[in-house]
Nanobody, 126 residues
Framework: VQLQAFGGGLVQAGDYLRLSCVIFGCASSRDAMGWFRQAPGKERRIVAAISRSGTTTYYTDSLDDRFTISRDNAKNGVYLQMNSLRPEDTAVYYC????????????????????WGQGTQVTVSS
């Protein structure tokens, strides 16, 4: 199983980006997915998570409803729409997946995930 994340870039504060993550080697419909980010010198932290079915989602408190996680199992993809970006959103963003028996469960910890994408850099200038 491999995950490929892309869509990062250098933007100005207030702009938007849409990150994409594609799973290769298995059907994404069996996996719960998550987006994490890691700023320089800091731990990797959860940004958003989505259940296998897509029916339940989680967002970290600091996002102020600016981000939206979604998935398209027909395309083996999970996405993170990021609006009104701020300099504090600057980080490397990682997608992750893990097999989930439950269709409605999401996962929040790095050690709960089995597979990781390579990361995509998001830089927001002020």
């Amino acid at each position: 199983v491999q995950l490929q994340a892309f869509g990062g870039g250098l933007v100005q504060a207030g702009d938007y980006l849409r990150l994409s993550c594609v799973i290769f080697g298995c059907a994404s419909s069996r996996d719960a997915m998550g987006w994490f980010r890691q700023a320089p010198g800091k731990e990797r932290r959860i940004v958003a998570a989505i259940s296998r079915s897509g029916t339940t989602t989680y967002y970290t408190d600091s996002l102020d409803d600016r981000f939206t996680i979604s998935r398209d199992n027909a395309k083996n993809g999970v996405y993170l729409q990021m609006n009104s970006l701020r300099p504090e959103d600057t980080a490397v963003y990682y997608c992750a997946s893990r097999y989930s028996v439950s269709g409605d469960t999401y996962y929040l910890k790095t050690d709960e995930y089995s597979y990781w994408g390579q990361g995509t850099q998001v830089t927001v200038s002020s």
